[in-house]
């Protein structure tokens, strides 16, 4: 389930990305009706596993079945409404929506971040990672300062580190980066 | 006079030279997340979680409630120094409290929302310490149908209440709740939405709302184009005000503080609304509405008293229901669970200590938060010149501390990257975001309710209606939803017939 939201973000974003000037000035929401086209494709994916859970026959009014068919049947329904009205009526009230366009680079940097972390905590180290990460984070950001921003970044996460492992018992990954400085 | 009884116990809790040392902490931590916009208490207390997982639990709620609380004073600064809200309790703030500041009142502006949030704090922390006990009376009628109604309410009241579309909030509600879904059932222990994955099987509600409030908020600043803010405006020394301050002040601060904590305690989505109609209501009231958007103190004086009081009231249905209704108590519900505690009426006898030495640790940490936010109101306010790119790097590197440090799973990284992306399109295409933590939290609690409910009549749904409170309650929940829909399908008739 995650894994589908997760590719419709994706598809949503590249949506976004490409809604230029004229089409946000014609009032039809389109990245809305993307999102909500990906939440009834997830629906119904979900609502057809969901009948896959199982029923013993001593479990009332479908037991652990039910709750997932009426959500994911609640949640198809509610978003195939607010297709329709996308499409058809004048745009649905938004909270606090966002105004500018998009800059595709600051969410990419930000994940290419959480991925680099996810890459090298366990080879190099919580601190290493941790660091790499923030660098990118501040950069999407638009820091400019590396020097800082390498200071900073490995001063909080080693800081983070000797805190919550050494203090609170936490086990975060050393990492084998000292080891390999050592062997060559 | 049990309550007070019972409160004078909690004192004796709350005074122990350690909890005062965590009652600081909280209050300390609360006040800094309050001020830094991009990180608050929801994000915060379930960063906390792993960490506090080693304390007893007094001691973690202590922690948790004075970080609420120090919140609600911290975000103050940011809406009067730099016209952002810290927190959405105090977006109404930024109108009057910015407009202040400009013209040279930043000090009055933030002792007039430090004081008010005192007294507030101290009305509501009152208020909820004789009511709970009585709310628990009540709750002690209630059975597993009665429950699944009020969950129900809660529901529809989160989602349609708040924001601008109900559409939109209930599609968010739903998200929450099919991501709720994810995991074993507890009652039967079938697997569902795990998708044969042993990463799903325990839920993935701590890394959701990480992910939602940490890695979505980093997305949406940092791909917002026009997310440049607004210059801050200096502060130095302590706040203070003038005697005609004080005279304008303390009228707002009381009614904010009588409006804030009904509001919060009913099911409507916490501090938000109360703020709002404070700020509607002192306009009213003013002798000078003129004044009103361009620095007048009342819609400072109020509003902040409203989001402080507001916090004592959603305490009041968390601990005596077990019913959250903002984000933040969601959260602490979690909490609760972790420990194996089950808010509810019989918390209050069988953790008597743990509630009592909360309540009174409120009490305490809201007179330190009046002596951190006065004096030291200037040192506070440096907070806001970390400059943004480093501002939320950090805030990534401790997402990754709280989702990582614990369970090393690769698969959890992911997870919080895939709905830091949901977080974002939701943002952008402006769904509101605490509904989907209101269901995916509660959604399990109100499916067990029912299905308790079912077991004990045998299958027989007609329990949710022959019960008069159960009915009562979803005839509310109905009325919420429907209500304002057919409302303006009337006035939109009228005005056909009429034009």
Same mark, same amino acid.
């Given at each position: 389930?995650?894994?589908?939201?997760?590719? /419709?973000?994706?598809?949503?974003?590249?949506?976004?990305?490409?809604?230029?000037?004229?089409?946000?000035?014609?009032?039809?929401?389109?990245?809305?009706?993307?999102?909500?086209?990906?939440?009834?494709?997830?629906?119904?994916?979900?609502?057809?596993?969901?009948?896959?859970?199982?029923?013993?026959?001593?479990?009332?009014?479908?037991?652990?079945?039910?709750?997932?068919?009426?959500?994911?049947?609640?949640? /198809?329904?509610?978003?195939?409404?607010?297709?329709?009205?996308?499409?058809? /009526?004048?745009?649905?009230?938004?909270?606090?929506?966002?105004?500018?366009?998009?800059?595709?680079?600051?969410?990419?940097?930000?994940?290419?971040?959480?991925?680099?972390?996810?890459?090298?905590?366990?080879?190099?180290?919580?601190?290493?990672?941790?660091?790499?990460?923030?660098?990118?984070?501040?950069?999407?950001?638009?820091?400019?300062?590396?020097?800082?921003?390498?200071?900073?970044?490995?001063?909080?996460?080693?800081?983070?580190?000797?805190?919550?492992?050494?203090?609170?018992?936490?086990?975060?990954?050393?990492?084998?980066?000292?080891?390999?400085?050592?062997?060559? | 006079?049990?309550?007070?009884?019972?409160?004078?116990?909690?004192?004796?809790?709350?005074?122990?030279?350690?909890?005062?040392?965590?009652?600081?902490?909280?209050?300390?931590?609360?006040?800094?997340?309050?001020?830094?916009?991009?990180?608050?208490?929801?994000?915060?207390?379930?960063?906390?979680?792993?960490?506090?997982?080693?304390?007893?639990?007094?001691?973690?709620?202590?922690?948790?409630?004075?970080?609420?609380?120090?919140?609600?004073?911290?975000?103050?600064?940011?809406?009067?120094?730099?016209?952002?809200?810290?927190?959405?309790?105090?977006?109404?703030?930024?109108?009057?409290?910015?407009?202040?500041?400009?013209?040279?009142?930043?000090?009055?502006?933030?002792?007039?929302?430090?004081?008010?949030?005192?007294?507030? =704090?101290?009305?509501?922390?009152?208020?909820?310490?004789?009511?709970?006990?009585?709310?628990?009376?009540l709750a002690l009628l209630f059975g597993p149908a009665e429950y699944f109604a009020l969950m129900c309410v809660a529901f529809?009241?989160?989602?349609?209440?708040?924001?601008?579309?109900?559409?939109?909030?209930?599609?968010?509600?739903?998200?929450?709740?099919?991501?709720?879904?994810?995991?074993?059932?507890?009652?039967?222990?079938?697997?569902?939405?795990?998708?044969?994955?042993?990463?799903?099987?325990?839920?993935?509600?701590?890394?959701?709302?990480?992910?939602?409030?940490?890695?979505?908020?980093?997305?949406?600043?940092?791909?917002?184009?026009?997310?440049?803010?607004?210059?801050?405006?200096?502060?130095? =020394?302590?706040?203070?005000?003038?005697?005609?301050?004080?005279?304008?002040?303390?009228? !707002?601060?009381?009614?904010?503080?009588?409006?804030?904590?009904?509001?919060?305690?009913?099911p409507?989505?916490?501090?938000?609304?109360?703020?709002?109609?404070?700020?509607?209501?002192?306009?009213?009231?003013?002798?000078?509405?003129?004044?009103?958007?361009?620095?007048?103190?009342?819609?400072?004086?109020? !509003?902040?008293?409203?989001?402080?009081?507001?916090?004592?009231?959603?305490?009041?249905p968390?601990?005596t229901l077990g019913l959250p209704?903002?984000?933040?108590?969601?959260?602490?519900?979690?909490?609760?669970?972790?420990?194996?505690?089950q808010p509810g009426p019989l918390?209050?006898?069988?953790?008597?200590?743990?509630?009592?030495?909360?309540?009174?640790?409120?009490?305490?940490?809201?007179?330190?938060?009046?002596?951190?936010?006065?004096?030291?109101?200037?040192?506070?306010?440096?907070?806001?010149?970390?400059?943004? !790119?480093?501002?939320?790097?950090?805030?990534?590197?401790?997402?990754?501390?709280?989702?990582?440090?614990?369970?090393?799973?690769?698969?959890?990284?992911?997870?919080? =990257?895939?709905?830091?992306?949901?977080?974002?399109?939701?943002?952008?295409?402006?769904?509101?975001?605490?509904?989907?933590?209101? =269901?995916?939290?509660l959604g399990p609690m109100a499916e067990v309710q029912f299905r308790r409910a079912v077991?004990i009549?045998?299958?027989?749904?007609?329990v949710f209606?022959?019960r008069?409170i159960a009915?009562?309650l979803l005839?509310?929940a109905?009325?919420?939803?429907?209500?304002?829909?057919?409302?303006?399908?009337?006035?939109?008739?009228?005005?056909?017939?009429?034009?």
């Amino acid at each position: 389930m995650i894994g589908r939201i997760g590719e /419709g973000n994706d598809n949503g974003g590249d949506a976004l990305r490409s809604r230029s000037k004229e089409e946000a000035l014609v009032r039809r929401d389109w990245p809305t009706a993307l999102f909500c086209a990906l939440l009834i494709a997830a629906s119904v994916a979900l609502f057809t596993t969901a009948q896959g859970i199982p029923v013993r026959p001593v479990d009332p009014v479908l037991g652990p079945r039910l709750f997932p068919l009426a959500i994911t049947g609640g949640l /198809g329904l509610l978003a195939s409404l607010l297709l329709l009205r996308t499409v058809t /009526g004048p745009a649905e009230p938004a909270t606090d929506a966002a105004e500018g366009p998009l800059r595709w680079t600051g969410a990419a940097l930000v994940l290419a971040g959480l991925l680099l972390f996810g890459l090298l905590v366990e080879t190099a180290g919580y601190i290493v990672g941790a660091a790499a990460m923030f660098i990118l984070v501040a950069r999407a950001f638009g820091s400019r300062r590396l020097g800082y921003d390498i200071a900073i970044g490995l001063a909080l996460a080693g800081a983070i580190f000797v805190v919550f492992t050494l203090g609170l018992g936490l086990k975060l990954p050393a990492g084998n980066l000292p080891q390999l400085l050592l062997r060559s | 006079m049990d309550a007070l009884a019972s409160l004078a116990q909690g004192f004796s809790i709350a005074l122990t030279p350690m909890n005062l040392l965590w009652s600081l902490v909280g209050v300390t931590m609360g006040t800094m997340i309050g001020i830094l916009p991009g990180i608050g208490p929801a994000l915060t207390i379930a960063l906390l979680l792993p960490v506090t997982h080693k304390l007893d639990p007094t001691a973690a709620f202590v922690i948790f409630g004075g970080l609420y609380y120090g919140a609600m004073y911290g975000s103050s600064t940011t809406s009067i120094l730099i016209k952002t809200p810290g927190e959405t309790g105090s977006i109404v703030t930024t109108i009057d409290g910015h407009e202040m500041a400009r013209r040279g009142r930043a000090p009055a502006a933030l002792a007039t929302a430090a004081i008010g949030s005192f007294v507030a =704090g101290t009305v509501g922390t009152l208020a909820l310490a004789l009511l709970a006990p009585e709310v628990v009376k009540l709750a002690l009628l209630f059975g597993p149908a009665e429950y699944f109604a009020l969950m129900c309410v809660a529901f529809v009241a989160v989602s349609s209440l708040l924001g601008a579309s109900a559409l939109r909030g209930l599609i968010s509600l739903f998200i929450g709740l099919s991501l709720g879904l994810v995991g074993i059932d507890q009652q039967t222990g079938a697997a569902r939405f795990t998708f044969g994955s042993m990463d799903l099987l325990d839920g993935i509600s701590i890394v959701v709302v990480v992910g939602l409030f940490a890695v979505g908020e980093a997305l949406f600043h940092a791909s917002n184009t026009r997310d440049e803010g607004e210059a801050i405006v200096p502060l130095q =020394g302590p706040a203070r005000m003038t005697g005609e301050e004080w005279r304008r002040s303390w009228k !707002p601060w009381l009614r904010g503080s009588i409006i804030g904590f009904p509001l919060g305690a009913l099911p409507a989505g916490g501090t938000e609304l109360p703020t709002f109609i404070s700020y509607q209501l002192e306009k009213k009231l003013s002798d000078r509405p003129e004044e009103f958007g361009r620095g007048a103190i009342e819609g400072v004086a109020g !509003p902040e008293a409203a989001n402080n009081s507001a916090v004592a009231g959603v305490l009041v249905p968390l601990l005596t229901l077990g019913l959250p209704t903002s984000a933040t108590a969601a959260i602490m519900l979690t909490a609760f669970h972790q420990y194996g505690i089950q808010p509810g009426p019989l918390l209050f006898s069988q953790n008597a200590g743990l509630v009592w030495g909360l309540i009174a640790s409120l009490f305490i940490g809201n007179a330190m938060l009046l002596v951190l936010n006065l004096p030291l109101a200037g040192l506070w306010a440096r907070l806001l010149y970390i400059p943004q !790119p480093w501002l939320y790097g950090g805030i990534m590197v401790f997402a990754v501390l709280g989702v990582y440090g614990v369970n090393r799973s690769p698969f959890e990284l992911g997870v919080l =990257g895939a709905v830091g992306l949901l977080g974002l399109t939701m943002s952008r295409l402006g769904f509101p975001v605490a509904p989907v933590i209101v =269901g995916m939290i509660l959604g399990p609690m109100a499916e067990v309710q029912f299905r308790r409910a079912v077991q004990i009549s045998q299958g027989d749904l007609s329990v949710f209606l022959t019960r008069p409170i159960a009915a009562s309650l979803l005839a509310v929940a109905v009325a919420v939803l429907l209500g304002p829909p057919l409302m303006d399908a009337i006035k939109a008739r009228r005005r056909v017939a009429r034009g």
